[in-house]
């Protein structure tokens, strides 16, 4: 919904010959025939199909018909919308809006004077209490957009003001911006700066938009923006923060954290960071807004959280087995499809073969470019393309044979349909009519089109449900298979084009969870143990006691910790409970008779110990407790048995159980 503001756009003489030129010929007609052979070239004429005939301008009232036929003929000419869509705009909208502006706007010379939040309220008002079905079942919403669409382009048509000016940036117009072509959302809203305030904000956010993305920039407008409200609502009367004082920090603090409480600590640093980097520039740039007090001593290192280590445990990948099935889908003829898929869905199928091919992020694969994207050498075919996020150029990963069959036919496609005009960029996998005319599709859409496929020809997981696909999880699945290929680190850190080691590092950690999988299943499929006798060098089988097999899962199992009497069968997350208790005392301790001269000694040595405590009585009584904990276990070991604490015993049989169970 269109905020007011206190700028007024001015209609100029210069502005009303744009339109007036647009509007000759055909489209000064107040009625538009879409069977007329002049709309051939835009899908009418002769091969119309659609039921309405007509677009009819007559309906809106006189004074503002022309601005009217300009924003349709505008959309058509630039093909930012086609014929049925506004066919649609006109039928849905043309009746009810012209009776509305007929009984709240009679003397309207434009539609810029309604540019205000009551024209939303009264429309919407004025739809719900009309009699028409549409409006009955709730689609107001649509009549209200379509408005919105009008009067939005026709307040940015009649704005002069430098994009800069504006208390709304489209990225978009501002030269050097970094920003993704691939998303839908190119704006930059100050509006919720307080006016007092708000150019020396913009004047941070031009020196920002030199090395930050438009994302990060949003980013700090909203921390920026919650500080702001916050400091006017404590000093109505500043108008810049020459006085701002630690005092102010720590109350904003207490504030931002009552505010923000169910924000991830990341996201917490980032919004307070914002404020500190900003204050910062004030102060580097001499603003005449920046606080007297150096910012070091307003804003100390423990204001802000900490920023979370990367856990491999939320880190999602695609299970193997949900990949499979999308491999088997997506290698079928797109005859053999059950139900078929359309031409429109067909078009995603390349860019999830890439997604799956190289674990490139989604932005990079809509990133590419036609001409150079596909590099053949004498090693074979090379994906070619920028990565923006970490500003490396001509990046290049090793493609096999048939990805790059697929991507020649696609580059062959994409240029023999690529104008100047509608894809001056040269991108791969671009749109060359409506809203994103020139731009790549976005990553949005191809994650839609992934779940519709995982709903319509049944994608499942292990438990049988219907798979929710991530464009990102391709990534975090592609580092893992190439860990599990046994690819070096630093050549997989390369091919992903990390910055840092981290996130690789990350994969490594995933693909070991893996790998303890595949050797469990492959331990399951083991016969009988079997016992060496490098001696006598004979070979035979173990006799299977509860004992023998506990202490082959111990010195088997790769979770179980060497501790200096024994092991730890405590899971390596769980932590140790008993760090100030001897493990003679913690339940997953667990020992076996080969210590029992390690016992022997320490037995002697706690003896000497106690001899020297003697007149020591709490150090005495805590050793005499340790003496009786090592007697104990030293005569169960001395009788041939192992010492099992109860956690060690549980897990022990929870895994002789489950190997019974699976066998």
């Known amino acids: 919904m269109i905020n007011s503001t206190a700028y007024q756009p001015s209609i100029t003489s210069e502005k009303m010959a744009v339109i007036q030129e647009q509007l000759k010929g055909y489209f000064e007609n107040d009625i538009w025939v879409m069977t007329d052979s002049f709309f051939g070239v835009y899908g009418g004429g002769t091969d119309w199909s659609h039921p309405r005939k007509t677009i009819k301008f007559n309906l809106i009232p006189s004074s503002i018909r022309d601005e009217v036929k300009f924003f349709f003929a505008h959309q ?58 549409l409006a009955d079942k709730g689609s107001y919403k649509k009549y209200i957009s379509i408005a919105n669409s009008m009067i939005n382009f026709f307040f940015n048509f009649y704005d002069l003001r430098g994009e800069m000016e504006k208390d709304i940036w489209d990225v978009r117009n501002i030269p050097n911006a970094r920003y993704t072509m691939s998303g839908n959302d190119y704006l930059l809203s100050f509006k919720k700066i307080p006016p007092s305030y708000r150019s020396t904000v913009k004047d941070y956010c031009k020196f920002a938009l030199t090395y930050l993305s438009q994302g990060k920039i949003r980013e700090r407008i909203r921390g920026i923006g919650y500080f702001v409200n916050f400091i006017q609502r404590q000093h109505p009367d500043w108008n810049d923060f020459n006085q701002l004082e630690r005092v102010d920090i720590e109350k904003y603090l ?135 996020k970490t500003s490396v150029k001509q990046h290049r990963v090793p493609i096999d044979n048939e990805v790059a069959m697929v991507l020649q036919t696609i580059k062959e496609q994409t240029r023999e349909k690529s104008t100047s005009e509608n894809n001056p960029e040269g991108y791969l996998f671009v749109r060359t ?10 990553g949005k859409s191809v994650q839609k089109a992934l779940n519709r496929w ?91 006691d509860e004992d023998l097999i506990h202490w082959e899962y111990i010195r088997s199992n790769i979770e179980a910790a060497r501790v200096p009497l024994g092991y730890c069968l405590a899971s390596k997350k769980e932590g140790c409970p008993y760090v100030i208790t001897p493990c003679l005392t913690c339940p997953n301790f667990c020992t076996t008779p080969e210590n029992l001269p390690n016992f022997e000694e320490e037995i002697k040595k706690v003896e000497e110990h106690l001899e020297l405590t003697k007149h020591f009585p709490i150090y005495n009584e805590k050793t005499q407790e340790q003496l009786s904990n090592l007697t104990r276990i030293r005569d169960q070991l001395s009788e041939g048995k192992m010492h099992r604490g109860d956690g060690a ?3 022990l049989l929870q895994a002789q159980k489950l190997k019974e169970s699976e066998g």
């Open 76 to 133: 058509l000419v630039k093909l930012n919308l086609g014929l049925k869509t506004l066919m649609t705009y006109s039928s849905t909208t043309f009746k009810q809006f012209s009776s509305f502006l007929k009984k709240y706007y009679p003397k309207i010379k434009s539609l810029i004077e309604i540019y205000n939040t009551n024209f939303f309220v009264k429309y919407q008002t004025f739809l719900l209490n009309s009699r028409t079905k």
């Open 254 to 388: 207490v504030f931002f954290s009552q505010v923000n409480a169910g924000l991830s600590q990341d996201y917490k640093q980032k919004l307070l960071s914002s404020i500190k980097n900003f204050l910062e520039y004030l102060q580097r740039s001499e603003h005449h807004f920046s606080p007297q007090k150096p910012v070091k001593t307003l804003f100390f290192k423990e204001d802000f959280p900490k920023r979370q280590r990367i856990n491999e445990n939320k880190i999602k990948y695609i299970p193997e087995t949900v990949m499979k099935q999308l491999e088997n889908l997506l290698s079928q003829n797109p005859e053999e499809f059950s139900p078929p898929m359309n031409n429109k869905e067909f078009e995603y199928v390349p860019v999830v073969i890439l997604l799956m091919a190289t674990g490139w992020r989604i932005s990079d694969i809509l990133n590419l470019r036609f001409e150079n994207c596909l590099i053949t050498t004498n090693n074979g075919y090379y994906l070619q393309g920028d990565i923006p």
């Open 649 to 651: 015993k549980r897990t």
């Open 454 to 544: 995982a709903e319509r020809y049944s994608i499942v997981d292990q438990n049988g449900e219907i798979y929710h696909f991530r464009n990102h999880a391709f990534r975090h699945t592609k580092g893992v298979e190439l860990i599990n290929l046994g690819m070096n680190l630093t050549h997989i850190m390369k091919w992903f084009a990390h910055s840092s080691p981290e996130m690789t590092l990350v994969y490594a950690k995933i693909a070991d969870d893996t790998l303890r999988k595949e050797w469990e299943k492959a331990q399951e499929k083991k016969g009988p143990l079997l016992r060496v006798d490098l001696g006598s060098a004979k070979v035979s089988e173990m006799n299977m």
């Open 433 to 442: 009519r409506g809203k994103r005319k020139g731009k790549p599709f976005t």
